[in-house]
């Protein structure tokens, strides 16, 4: 069958997915809204919708005062829907990744009512058959289908039974109500009589008999000790028989369950059902022999599905399953094609399989979980400091404990009323009809998942509801009497609503609530995967349902979850207020009644029953009476012979022992009882006694006070008077109230006098004193005392006198009135708050006189100001003052000369702000006749514009003596310094831009100041400020950084000589010649440490050399300078000289220029003298070449002659080639043919007759310079090479060693290159020193010092002498390091340090290859001098002399330069 596949589909699915415990649930995988799709049909058997319930953010906020709030409409429908407001959005608290549960297996047909009669009966069939050898193989079927034997068992039954059936015909009747018509099949009555006939006949006969047996075994065991007969049924044992049996030990035999006989153990037959004995021949007919098949007793017979119930289901987590639901829903509706499913035919579905007994369906339900084993899906409960929980109110877990619930009252925790549950679906699972533990309220709220279908009945529908239960399963109702409690059982709504049975409908879904109302009936079932959340709650309205509970529980002997008498005497001890003692009242006087009617029956039975009065707390089980299960908390029954209890109906069920040894136990006494109604009926009896004392004192003669009536107002919310009274109260309080506080505006009080205030506009309407008036006739209607109504009443008295006073003095003859009067009666009223309409003729009159006094003063005074002036004329309109009043006239006429001066004034203050050429036409004099007629004393004085036209005016004078000023030290100077500030001019230009006359002189000061700013442009395009960083910082700076380069390196230079100085020299370095400071590096050839930022080497390109050539000693590298391309000085000397020329005022940047030309030019001296030193600058003048030009390159001027002059001595006489090619060491000088002689293959040849010098004198002239000195130093040079000088020492072979450069060919003696003659044996390839420093440009083996150190050390004499020598042979490489530092590095007389010995080829002749290429020179083209000095003091002074210098260099560096027949000029080279 489909239901066994789809059990073990769900079993094996279990064993799959339960063993995933560590995922927690995705919640976004589940629905978590309340978003659902319309219904397209009606609800199946027509079923109506129960009411939803929309509160407001206000209606939210109480959750118990918001459902007592709509229970008179929606308890009429048992279940109702509420959906809170849209930001109600709890979250969600349990920790799904723990969470585990277990659930329960249900049959969906075994839970329907008749289904599961039906499947019980049929079993009992086939157990009968088969205990007498006829077992049922297959059910008779008729038209191809089984015939439901249940219904016709119970369609023959209404009937009469088997022969009136059949005697009256009527079993065709019978086939057509179980569905069949005689057109199908026409033998339908032969067949259901034989059916009937052969299967269930012979059990009703049976059954029959047994139960008249069984009955007539009763009676005689009730009316004698006979042992019963053998029947198949047990007297049921007492209580005390029961814990005898308990307590005494088994004799391990087996008895009979008939005639309670252990003998004849060997006929003794066990059932195989119960494992009961019985004694073959006790049966009802005798076995003779032990039957072969299964055999079950009369009980076990005829109790199929009497333990009916739920079995444990496997343990989950939440996502294992879901895995489950899902799968299931998916494979249950998939192969019909309606998955996904809608609500209406999961709802369709559900029924049909639960009203079919031939298809089983198992599904799972997590259901009745206790949070506080499993946690809750809401929040935990926070308690405030003091004592007060602080979470929302819906939150499941507060609701029970709400103030207004009346569970507050029970000490313990009760699990599914006081504590939620949890409520984990699956599709199909469901909750069976029932109703709330003890008839209280339920909610129920959905966190998330799929929808669940509610169905309910009204509880005014219950006893209908059970009515129809038991017709439907009588069957079910005789096996389990409190089947109705079990929750075990459903029934089709279709059926309650054929008997007249109210059942509606609800669909719930995410984040909405579900209520039940007491003894309201209810089931549903769920649509898939979800998480529910379920408590109890009571508000005061329950309690008649809970009494009824209580009472139907003792009925049926359950177990009641706690004592409803214990509720009510704890709510009367901790609750005393008036809400609470009105609805207890009328409890307490019934616990009352049925306790003292109960004791009164007893104690008529059992007069002498003893008995204890003793308040003492026990434990739920010792006050739950032992027969009945109900609480005993008032009173309770008890023995000696037993810790068990009674109620008072049951003594007889508690023991056997007889009643006098038994003991009555009172709680309380009656006439404590009594003291309890008494005290809770005087609380509830308040509010009348509140009524009656409000009307004794309303009638009294004396009016109350508002103290008192607000006492009454308190005492009515406190007392829960009734609403109309209490209503009554509150707004007669609030209209005494708002009496007082109208009346307090207007009183006066003498403490707080009144002044008046003159900025203030006062209409006086007279409304005051009409209100005031009006106050004190409603005083007059109401009955309180105040002390407000006396002193509203002296206000009134107070004002009355003063508009009779003003009236007086109004009325009075106009000549004896003074201005006194008027402001007496005024002042008088002022003090009063007066606003009667006399008061502002009053004002008037006051104000006439005022002005009477002050507009002649106006007139006549010439220090009166025009606001003044404006004050009064507007004064005079107020008064009423006459147009032709002859003051009034002087005062206009006056005013009208004011507003003149003003229009004449007024647009020279506007003009300030323009620019225009209209506004430039006023002159001075135009000011000063302004400011001229502001002194006559018939203009009004206006200050402020009067002020500011003098500061105009002021202003204008001050800037035309300015410019006078400036014009005139410009033409009297007699040299630019002396000239003014071009600062000065900007500044006085910028003061005649704001003023709005023209000042004559302005556009000779514009004209000049241009020519100022057109000479600053020339100097920053002549300095290259391009970069932005420049532009920003202005000219002025980056000329002070040039100056202050200018004056370290030139200052350094000239402490050169100095011996005190010497130090200080040595302690500079690089091309800044600045100390050390953060990055150093050592150049491998001159040794001169430099900063990394200036030779632009990076301390990451530090690390990663091995050696490093510096721009001095390799021309070829760029040298990075502050601005883009350095000045010429000749070119600054000009923009100096055209200052001088065109320029009427000086900038500060001329200043600075001139200073930088001064020390340029005398250092350009010093540079010039080094030079001329000597004839010829030789190789042992290469470390002062370098220092030389390492000062000129560090220089942000540029010495372009001098520069180029130094670096070609550098390249000839300390070349560094990039690409040496390789040679072939030779150790003689003799293997060298005189054409490879490496000085003359190193040096160019140096002739008279191949290059011609010039110069330039002051007039531009070319002029020829004597060369006989430079040919005689040409001609020595000539010889010197002739000579054949080799080494680095530069002399002639000697009778020592000597050994061949194989890469530059010259030949060094042994000694000078720290070689031995054991040491040259062994050499096969050899490189000079200064081969090793080119070849390190290309290929780096350099020693690098980041840094040097900071204090020089006296090396000894050994260790200057000592040079290192680097061996690299096949077999090891040594290494020599000096010990001198960086000081002595820096003096070292030669470059060449460095040696490197590569081995050769170990066979095979020496050779000698070509040289390498000579490098090319080219002759200086054309040397010129711009002649135009600086006019500055100093330079001007010396202009002649410095002339004379120029022509001098001239004439040096053209005896110093090598020459070409190429035309190329020193600045292309």
Request: aromatic content about 8%; some cysteine.
């Amino acid at each position: 069958m489909k239901s066994i596949n789809n059990h073990n589909q769900i079993k094996s699915a279990t064993t799959t997915t339960s063993s995933d415990h560590g995922n927690a649930l995705n919640l976004k995988t589940v629905k978590t809204t309340s978003d659902a799709p319309e219904r397209t049909r009606p609800r199946i058997f027509g079923i109506k919708e129960a009411p939803t319930y929309y509160p407001t953010e206000e209606e939210f906020k109480e959750p118990i005062k918001y459902i007592q709030q709509i229970t008179p409409e929606a308890e009429k429908f048992g279940i109702i829907k509420i959906v809170p407001p849209k930001s109600y959005n709890p979250a969600f608290c349990l920790n799904t990744e723990e969470f585990r549960f277990r659930t329960r297996i249900q049959k969906l047909n075994s839970m329907e009512g008749e289904t599961r009669a039906n499947v019980n009966y049929l079993e009992q069939l086939y157990k009968f058959h088969r205990l007498h050898g006829h077992p049922v193989n297959k059910v008779p079927q008729l038209d191809k289908r089984p015939i439901d034997l249940f219904k016709l068992k119970k369609e023959v039954a209404q009937r009469g039974g088997y022969q009136m059936v059949t005697q009256q015909k009527k079993w065709a009747e019978i086939g057509r109500i179980l569905g069949y018509t005689r057109k199908q099949c026409t033998s339908m009555s032969n067949a259901l009589k034989s059916a009937y006939n052969k299967v269930i006949l012979p059990y009703e006969v049976w059954l029959a008999q047994h139960k008249q047996d069984s009955e007539q075994s009763s009676s005689l065991s009730s009316s004698s000790s006979s042992p019963p007969s053998n029947v198949g049924m047990r007297r049921q044992p007492s209580d005390k028989e029961e814990q005898e049996e308990a307590e005494s030990p088994g004799n391990g035999g087996q008895a009979c369950e008939i005639c309670n006989s252990g003998e004849n153990e060997e006929e003794i037959l066990l059932c195989d059902g119960c494992d009961r004995g019985y004694h073959m021949y006790c049966l009802s007919p005798p076995l003779n022999t032990v039957p072969k098949s299964d055999w079950y007793c009369f009980k076990c017979l005829t109790a199929a599905g009497g333990d009916y119930g739920f079995e444990d289901g496997e343990e989950y987590t939440l996502n294992s399953f879901q895995k489950v639901c899902d799968k299931f829903k998916s494979e249950w509706f998939g192969p019909k094609g309606q998955y996904p499913t809608s609500e209406e035919d999961c709802e369709d579905e559900f029924w049909r399989l639960v009203e079919n007994p031939h298809e089983t369906c198992e599904v799972e339900y997590g259901a009745d979980l206790h949070s506080t084993q499993h946690g809750s899906g809401f929040a935990p409960l926070e308690r405030k400091p003091d004592g007060r929980y602080v979470n929302e109110p819906w939150n499941l877990n507060m609701i029970p404990i709400l103030p207004q619930s009346l569970f507050t009252h029970i000490k313990t925790d009760i699990s599914g009323m006081m504590v939620p549950w949890l409520y984990i679906g699956m599709c199909f699972s469901a909750f069976c009809w029932h109703n709330e533990d003890h008839y209280t309220y339920s909610i129920n709220y959905m966190h998330w998942g799929e929808t669940k279908t509610w169905y309910g009945v009204p509880g005014c529908d219950t006893a209908k509801f059970e009515k129809t239960m038991k017709a439907a399963v009588p069957e079910l109702f005789e096996q389990q009497p409190d089947l109705l409690f079990q929750l075990v059982t459903m029934l089709s709504p279709g059926r309650l609503l054929k008997d007249n049975v109210d059942v509606y409908a609800v669909d719930q879904r995410p984040g909405q609530f579900v209520v039940t109302f007491p003894k309201a009936y209810h089931s549903g079932f769920n649509h898939g995967f979800n998480f529910c959340e379920a408590v109890n709650f009571a508000p005061m309205e329950w309690v008649d349902f809970g009494l009824e509970c209580v009472k139907r529980y003792k009925q049926y002997r359950r177990q009641p979850c706690f004592s409803h008498d214990e509720l009510l005497v704890t709510a009367m001890r901790e609750d005393r207020s008036v809400e609470t003692s009105t609805w207890l009242k009328d409890a307490l006087i019934d616990m009352h009644q049925r306790e003292m009617t109960m004791r009164s029956k007893l104690l008529k039975k059992y007069p002498k029953i003893h008995q204890v009065l003793e308040d003492i707390e026990l434990s739920e089980d010792q006050q739950q009476c032992v027969f009945c299960n109900t609480y005993t908390y008032l009173s309770y029954i008890t023995c000696e012979c037993t810790s068990r209890v009674s109620c008072l109906d049951h003594l007889t069920d508690l023991c056997t022992c007889d009643p006098s040894k038994k003991t009555l136990n009172l709680r309380f006494s009656e006439c404590q009882l009594n003291e309890m109604i008494q005290a809770t009926a005087s609380r509830a009896c308040a509010p009348s006694a509140w009524s009656d004392k409000v009307r004794e004192t309303l009638s009294a003669q004396s009016a109350p006070s508002l103290k008192t009536l607000r006492q009454f107002a308190t005492e009515a919310e406190k007392l829960s008077v009734p609403v109309e009274e209490a209503r009554w109260v509150r707004e007669y309080v609030t209209q005494v109230t708002n009496w007082l506080e109208e009346a307090n505006k207007y009183i006066i009080r003498k403490h707080q006098p009144r002044r008046r205030d003159s900025s203030a506009i006062k209409l006086y309407t007279g409304e005051k004193y009409n209100a005031i008036t009006k106050l004190l006739e409603q005083v007059s209607k109401m009955s309180f005392d105040a002390p407000e109504i006396s002193m509203l009443e002296e206000t009134f008295k107070n004002l009355t006198d003063a508009k009779d006073t003003a009236t007086r003095v109004l009325n009075g003859d106009q000549t004896i009135v003074t201005s006194k009067d008027y402001k007496d009666a005024f002042d008088f009223g002022t003090s009063l708050g007066a606003d009667f309409p006399e008061m502002q003729q009053l004002e008037l009159k006051i104000k006439r006189c005022e002005w009477n006094e002050r507009a002649p003063l106006a007139i006549t005074n010439p220090a009166t100001e025009y606001n003044e002036l404006k004050r009064l004329i507007e004064q005079a309109k107020e008064c009423q003052v006459s147009e032709t009043d002859p003051v009034y006239l002087s005062l206009v006429e006056k005013e009208k000369r004011g507003i003149e001066w003003i229009q004449e004034a007024e647009p020279f203050l506007k003009s300030t702000t323009t620019s225009n050429k209209t506004t430039k036409m006023i002159t001075l004099q135009s000011i000063q006749d302004v400011l001229h007629a502001a002194r006559q004393n018939d203009v009004p004085r206006v200050p402020h514009l009067y002020s500011a036209v003098h500061d105009l005016a002021t202003r204008a004078n001050e800037t035309v003596k300015d410019v006078n000023m400036l014009l005139e030290r410009a033409r009297t100077a007699s040299v630019l310094s002396e000239k003014p500030s071009s600062t000065d001019v900007q500044r006085v230009l910028k003061s005649i831009r704001t003023l709005p006359i023209y000042v004559e002189g302005t556009e000779k000061l514009q004209i000049e100041f241009d020519k100022v700013e057109t000479w600053l442009n020339q100097v920053k395009k002549l300095f290259h400020m391009t970069s932005r960083t420049q532009q920003k910082n202005g000219l002025e700076p980056m000329l002070e950084d040039i100056l202050e380069n200018v004056e370290t390196i030139t200052d350094q230079d000239e402490n050169n000589g100095d011996d005190d100085d010497n130090d200080k020299q040595n302690d500079v370095y690089c091309l800044c010649r600045t100390p050390e400071s953060g990055l150093m590096i050592e150049c491998d050839l001159c040794h001169e440490w430099y900063h990394g930022p200036c030779v632009k080497v990076s301390r990451r390109e530090a690390k990663a050399q091995t050696s490093y050539v510096c721009p001095i000693c390799d021309g070829s590298q760029a040298i990075p300078h502050a601005t883009k391309e350095r000045a010429r000085l000749e070119d600054i000397l000009q923009l100096l000289e055209e200052a001088d020329n065109t320029l009427l005022f000086v900038s500060n940047v001329y200043t600075i220029l001139a200073d930088i030309a001064h020390r340029m030019q005398m250092f350009r001296s010093k540079v010039q003298a080094f030079c001329r030193s000597k004839t010829h600058l030789g190789v042992e003048d290469i470390d002062m070449i370098k220092q030389h030009l390492r000062e000129l390159e560090g220089l942000e001027v540029v010495l372009q002659d001098e520069t180029e002059f130094l670096r070609r001595k550098v390249q000839a006489l300390a070349p560094v080639s990039r690409n040496p090619s390789s040679t072939t060491i030779v150790t003689t000088p003799t293997q060298i043919s005189a054409s490879a002689s490496p000085v003359l293959q190193r040096v160019p040849s140096l002739t008279s007759s191949n290059w011609t010098a010039t110069t330039n004198n002051n007039n531009g002239n070319v002029l020829p310079i004597e060369t006989d000195a430079i040919s005689q130093s040409v001609s020595s040079q000539q010889q010197q090479q002739t000579d054949n000088v080799y080494c680095i020492c530069r002399q002639p072979a000697s009778n020592s060693e000597m050994i061949g450069c194989d890469t530059c060919h010259d030949w060094f003696h042994i000694e000078c290159v720290n070689l031995t003659p054991s040491m040259v044996s062994t050499i096969d390839r050899y490189v000079c020193p200064n081969c090793i420093a080119n070849k390190r440009s290309s290929r780096p083996v350099i020693k690098l010092t980041i840094k040097p150190p900071t204090q020089p050390l006296s090396p000894s004499p050994a260790k200057q002498q000592k040079r290192k020598l680097t061996a690299i042979t096949s077999a090891s490489t040594t290494r020599y390091e000096n010990g001198r530092t960086l000081k002595q590095q820096k003096q070292r007389p030669t470059i060449n340090d460095d040696l490197i010995v590569l081995p050769s080829p170990p066979s095979g002749p020496l050779t000698t290859t070509t040289t390498t290429p000579q490098p090319s020179y080219h002759s200086h083209h054309q040397y010129s001098h711009h002649q135009s000095l600086a006019p500055s003091p100093q330079i001007s002074d010396q202009r002649q002399q410095q002339q004379q210098q120029q022509q001098q260099s001239s004439t040096w560096l053209a005896s110093s330069i090598p020459t070409s027949t190429s035309t190329t000029t020193m600045a292309e080279q």
